[in-house]
């Protein structure tokens, strides 16, 4: 019986040799890892890359080794083997999506990038596009509001444009959809993201591409089992505060002492309420209560030859860092594509969504600028300060306003005071009895239907739907505002989306002795279509009822807003290769709008590039350092027609003389009538870009180190814009093509394989970009000046030579004494509202000619460096990333500082004192280079630790992956020394020619997570 055993164990068992190969340089493996998948049995490759596994017939073995893919490997009827591997970072026949089609890697000849999903899901974010900042050169992604869900600032390759859109297109699964989208979006469906970053890549979406295309392939299903995923992560953020904003009556005290010798009868006043009611708080301990975040992602994929799916459901919780702020997300997708038959194919893509945010109510300043002796409610400690003459009914338990106060004589001096920061309301109730929610409903859904004609030759015919309803609630209570019922206001307004997209092409590819063509031509049409509806009332009598019915009939108002906008477009681009080494591309759109008149509705977008594989030539070929050198160069033009005046109306009609409905007093009546909207721009044309773009891809030393390096200039011309007219006309501003910018910068990417081991690798990745952003032309608007919108009247200039936006100002000279200022030691952490100038002309007085450019908000460098590290079964990833150059205008600073209530006693005085020459020296501090601060920072912006569960005991327990891990984003981050606030990349955007200044903003914050991804 033994001898039996003995013999039948030889029959099925045999030894396997074989050698593993890399594909890129056709060089051996050493330190494959090689696993029989039924038995466990491994090996690992040699130093020449060959390996023996005892196997039987039958068996699969699977091969691993970092930083190529994984391949399974069959064993029948074979005792040797060869056996290739892909390398993933430099896979040159890796496929890549470009528009309205997909090319080999090492074809490419524009600057598109490329970035999988390996572990993007992992990082703990609401919206996909947070997890790719740092991740690809060119692409500045700005966390310009950090409420829970809001969506980030996107550039590629610098602003282009001033009234246009300046964010790039997005794509997803050959769909155009609106950014928006992308906060409708599980990380968990996506497979990877291209982004077409020159003109050349993007011209073939004309006038959708003018500022770059994010192309979004979502995952599918392949052929086999079903396999299903549970993903999850649970984590905790908190807010990043602001030292320079602290306030302290305690320390204020012991400042006020030292530098006077005594306290002011304010002071004094203050202490006697902290001690009192035991509050000396800062209110940033209040509101950046910090919030968890929470996501929970169910998926399963599969199907036969014919017919794939890809299902997924999601929700998403993100409670935020301020109080009250609060965002949830529901998203599902279902994907199929089927083969109907050997030459018909179809596919149908359905992903709705839900979300509900609840907004800040106002900006995060308000609040955090009161005084920290301030309770948030009365108790029996505080009636005893209550002026009962002017509020006999305030009571324990109500809000605690400042205007409550009695006037007190505490020096003895015959005089009383009482401290008042400002009066609106107690910053508690600013934000808990203000409710602002916004409610959005996407349906994002498409078909396609393919034809093979004859052998290469396709048409494809597809149509893509997307949908959103978005409704904005803003309820304002009663007890928001120290004005009381007089001051609740309820608002609410209704939008509704659609867009129709049909795309038809017709592809042609044919590879034949050393030549390959890839030939399309193609047809699209969009229809948009948007209803807006609002209403608004006032007079509400108490919080029972929160929507228009408590309101007061009489001051209800309402307004409806409909607009279409229809687009078609014919497009063509070859594609061409020779022997794999001489690339040319050519494209050609014309697209038609409707946004603009008969004589200028079309425009045309051709684009042509090139590149030469070089290291496979023959006089290449022995090379001993490059394995890949591809030079490329691109040169495109684009367009837009996105603008956006204010007015969807007029930007829906700029070229047509529009009425408005107004009302007028006629004979003592009301009387209803219409008046002109806008001055009719026939001539209104679209805005163009051009762009030229020189690269390089390399591989070096067997592609242990690889990379790109592109130079760019993107000149763009004609932009639209309002432009002030007379005002003989009627009008303030009318909307013409004016003016030029242009954009030029640098561009790397480098990959370093510095490690690799069976057991243990490391791989660094460096990515950097810089961007210089210059205005060129403005015709008569060159040297416009503009001024806040907060009132407070700090100026920028659009000054050619000069980026779009440069902040203006006077230069600071100096301080001067506080003995000038109305109220030295009040505020508590207060700031005189003057300084002293400096005389630039040296004319002996201070006028205009005295200001000049003080910076600007546009980022010089921005880069990351991530190392990611793998031992055995664990990994370990790190990432640092920073932004340099950039500037703030931080009016946030007068406000936190209350800067208006130190006013200069008298400029004169200084004058006669000596302190200054003449009175004209002393200026507003808000109009200086005080609140331009470094919008630079530092940031450990990513850190990934995880365990990935051996395959052997995870089939133990019935799954085929676990995966368990711990993540960190801005662990670190420090900003400049400079800079007061709470968020450098925090901008108000409301007006792009006056772009760059904040006023607090919602903070940045740290978040640690945990994960888990299980695989059955």
Do not use: C
């Not at 794999?580 to 004589?599: P, Q």
């Not at 001993?624 to 030079?631: D, E, G, H, Y």
Request: net charge negative; charged share 20%; no cysteine.
């Amino acid at each position: 019986m033994l001898f039996f055993s003995v013999a039948l164990f030889a029959q099925e068992n045999f030894t396997l040799t074989g050698t593993v190969i890399s594909k890129s340089d056709n060089m051996t493996l050493p330190g494959v890892n090689v696993i029989v998948v039924s038995s466990k049995v491994n090996a690992v490759t040699d130093i020449d890359g060959k390996f023996q596994i005892l196997v039987k017939e039958g068996d699969v073995i699977q091969l691993t080794y970092i930083g190529y893919e994984t391949k399974l490997v069959p064993i029948l009827n074979k005792s040797a083997i060869d056996v290739v591997l892909v390398d993933i970072a430099n896979n040159l026949d890796e496929v890549v999506v470009i528009g309205y089609g997909s090319q080999k890697k090492s074809h490419l000849t524009g600057a598109i990038s490329k970035l999988t999903n390996e572990k993007l899901d992992q990082v703990t974010v609401s919206r996909v596009e947070d997890a790719l900042i740092g991740k690809i050169s060119g692409v500045n992604i700005q966390a310009t509001n950090a409420e829970a869900g809001a969506a980030p600032t996107i550039t590629i390759r610098g602003v282009g444009s001033i009234t246009a859109d300046s964010g790039p297109a997005v794509v997803v699964d050959g769909i155009i959809v609106s950014s928006d989208f992308l906060g409708n979006m599980n990380m968990n469906d996506i497979e990877s993201f291209e982004v077409l970053k020159d003109a050349a890549s993007a011209a073939i979406y004309g006038s959708e591409g003018a500022n770059g295309v994010i192309l979004i392939t979502t995952k599918s299903g392949k052929a086999g089992k079903t396999k299903y995923s549970y993903e999850t992560y649970t984590g905790r953020k908190e807010a990043f505060g602001s030292k320079n904003y602290s306030k302290s009556v305690k320390d204020w005290a012991e400042f006020e002492l030292a530098e006077s010798g005594s306290l002011s009868e304010t002071t004094q006043y203050m202490q006697l309420l902290s001690t009192a009611t035991g509050t000396d708080r800062d209110w940033q301990d209040v509101f950046f209560d910090g919030g968890n975040i929470t996501s929970h992602s169910f998926a399963a994929r599969g199907g036969t030859s014919d017919t794939k799916f890809s299902t997924s459901l999601r929700y998403l919780h993100d409670e935020g860092v301020v109080l009250t702020d609060d965002y949830k997300s529901y998203t599902a997708r279902i994907k199929v594509d089927t083969k109907l038959n050997s030459k018909l194919d179809f596919g149908i893509n359905f992903a709705p969504s839900y979300t509900k945010r609840r907004a800040l109510p106002t900006s995060i300043h308000n609040p955090l600028r009161q005084a920290p002796w301030l309770p948030i409610y009365h108790t029996a400690e505080t009636l005893q300060f209550i002026n009962t003459s002017n509020y006999p009914n305030v009571g324990i338990g109500d809000y605690f306003i400042e205007d409550h106060l009695l006037s007190l004589d505490l020096d003895g001096n015959g005089s009383s005071t009482r401290p008042r920061t400002t009066g609106d309301a107690n910053p508690y109730a600013q934000y808990v009895e203000r409710e602002h929610y916004e409610t959005e409903t996407t349906m994002l859904g498409s078909t396609y239907l393919s034809y093979e004609i004859i052998k290469g030759l396709v048409a494809k015919s597809s149509l893509g739907i997307t949908f959103d309803h978005r409704e904005r609630s803003r309820w304002d209570g009663t007890k928001h505002h120290s004005a009381g019922a007089s001051r609740a206001n309820y608002f609410q307004e209704n939008r509704y989306r659609l867009r129709i997209i049909s795309d038809n092409t017709l592809n042609y590819t044919k590879t034949f002795n050393n030549h390959d063509f890839d030939i399309l031509a193609g047809i699209t049409a969009q229809t948009r279509r948007s209803e807006s509806t609002a209403i608004n009332g006032s007079g509400f009598k108490n919080d029972l009822l929160k929507n228009i019915m408590g309101a007061d009939p009489t001051t209800i108002t309402g307004a409806e807003v409909n607009t279409v906008l229809n687009k078609v477009g014919y497009f063509g681009r070859i594609n061409y290769a020779f022997d794999n080494k001489y690339l040319l591309s050519a494209s050609f759109r014309r697209d038609g709008s409707s946004v603009f008149g008969s004589n200028s509705k079309y425009g045309n977008f051709p684009s042509i590039s090139a590149g030469w594989n070089i290291a496979k030539e023959n006089f290449m070929r022995e090379n001993p350092v490059f394995n890949s050198l591809k030079f490329r160069a691109s040169y495109g033009f684009t367009g837009s027609e996105n603008f956006n005046v204010g007015s969807d109306v007029i930007n829906a009609w700029p070229y047509l003389s529009l009425l408005g409905n107004t009302n007028a007093i006629v004979d003592g009546n009301l009387a209803t009538g219409f008046s002109p909207l806008n001055i009719a721009n026939t001539l209104l044309q679209w805005e163009a870009s051009q762009e030229y773009t020189l690269g390089v891809d390399f591989g070096i030393l067997k592609n242990k180190i690889s990379g790109s390096f592109n130079y760019y200039k993107r000149t763009s011309d004609n932009l639209l814009l309002e432009n002030p007219v007379s005002y003989v006309t009627g009008f303030d501003f009318g909307i013409i093509n004016l003016g030029e910018v242009v954009n030029s910068g640098l561009e790397l990417d480098i990959t370093t394989k510095n490690i690799s081991t069976p057991n243990f690798s490391w791989t660094s990745t460096l990515v950097a970009s810089t961007n210089k952003n210059e205005l060129t032309s403005f015709g008569d608007s060159d040297g416009a000046l503009l001024e806040d919108n907060y009132g407070r009247n700090s100026q920028w200039i659009n000054l050619v030579g000069n980026p779009i936006s440069s902040f203006y100002g006077y230069v600071v000279d100096d301080e001067f004494p506080n003995t000038y200022w109305t109220s030295p030691y009040f505020p508590i952490a207060g700031k005189s509202q003057d300084v002293i100038v400096k005389d630039l002309n040296g004319d002996g007085i201070i006028t205009n000619a005295d200001k000049t450019i003080l910076g600007n908000p546009y980022p010089e460098l921005v880069w990351s460096f991530t190392n990611e590290f793998k031992y055995k079964s664990f990994d370990f990833s790190i990432m640092i990333q920073g932004s340099h150059g950039a500037e703030v205008k931080n009016v946030g600073d007068e406000y936190f500082y209350s800067e208006w209530l130190g006013a200069t006693i008298s400029p004169a005085q200084m004058v006669a004192d000596g302190v200054v020459s003449d009175a004209s020296f002393v200026q507003a501090r808000v109009l200086t280079n005080d609140i331009v601060q470094s919008a630079g920072y530092f940031s450990l912006r990513n850190i990934n630790i995880g365990y990935n569960l051996p395959a052997a005991t995870a089939a133990k327990i019935g799954l085929s992956g676990v995966r368990i891990y711990a993540t960190g984003q801005n662990l670190l981050y420090i900003t400049d020394k400079g800079y007061n606030g709470f968020n450098p990349e925090f901008v108000d955007d409301s007006n792009p020619r006056a772009y760059g200044a904040q006023r607090g903003g919602t903070p940045l914050f740290r978040t640690t997570s945990l994960g888990l991804n299980i695989n059955f």
